[in-house]
């Protein structure tokens, strides 16, 4: 499995940004797909994850309500719609796969056995 994750950049406070996590084939079809955060300094952190039915997991505390996951299959590609953008959002963004087969959401980073390499996004006050 191979995870090619993009989109990151400089923002604005307040403004949007639109990640990219394209799969290996199938891979976003057969795997629970997250999306992780890693900001200077500190572990990384859950953000939000899609299952192979739709099932959906955010950490509610940072981003519910304003970042949304979905998935394309037919493109093999996993999305992160950022809206509101905090300068506490400021981190490298990283998509993960679980094992395929294997349908339920985890919020720790030890279950994600493939990880793309990171994506910046970088949210200026």
């Known amino acids: 499995v191979q995870l090619q994750a993009s989109g990151g950049g400089l923002v604005q406070a307040g403004g949007s940004l639109r990640l990219s996590c394209v799969a290996s084939?199938?891979?976003?079809?057969?795997?629970?797909m997250g999306w992780f955060r890693q900001a200077p300094g500190e572990e990384r952190a859950f953000v939000a994850a899609?299952?192979?039915?739709?099932?959906?997991?955010y950490d509610a505390d940072s981003v519910k309500g304003r970042f949304t996951v979905s998935r394309d299959s037919s493109k093999n590609t996993v999305y992160l719609d950022m809206n509101s953008l905090k300068p506490e959002d400021t981190a490298v963004y990283y998509c993960?796969?679980?094992?395929?087969?294997?349908?339920?959401?985890?919020?720790?980073?030890?279950?994600?056995?493939?990880w793309g390499q990171g994506t910046l996004v970088t949210v200026s006050s």
């Open positions: 899609i299952s192979q039915s739709g099932s959906i997991a």
């Open positions: 084939a199938r891979t976003t079809s057969n795997n629970v």
């Open positions: 993960a796969a679980r094992p395929a087969r294997v349908t339920v959401i985890s919020r720790s980073r030890a279950a994600y056995n493939h």
